[in-house]
């Protein structure tokens, strides 16, 4: 489950998973996982092909679905919806 926690934690480190490694203590505070790390890398990915209308409704369909099991409340939904809507994409 995808927490504001871990949400704040991944946009301090930037996405970079190499930097959570190097700094576990962190990640442990908040109870950050490999497979949340993950979780949140697969999320942005698929909303940003979604919110940039690249996707298939069925995409778009199944990445909000995998959404709502993933976010832990509707401000991770918001917030992760945001983070996507503002990445380019070239």
């Known amino acids: 489950m995808i927490t504001l926690d871990k949400l704040r934690l991944y946009r301090k480190l930037s996405g970079d998973s190499d930097a959570w490694s190097r700094n576990s203590r962190a990640g442990n505070q908040v109870g950050m996982t490999a497979q949340d790390w993950s979780s949140i890398d697969r999320i942005l990915q698929s909303l940003t092909i979604t919110e940039n209308g690249l996707a ?6 199944q990445t909000h679905r995998n959404l709502g099991n993933l976010a832990g409340s509707d401000e991770v939904r918001t917030a992760l919806i945001a983070m996507a809507k503002a990445r380019s994409i070239r």
Do not use: D, L, Y
């Open 56 to 61: 298939t409704p069925e995409f778009g369909e």
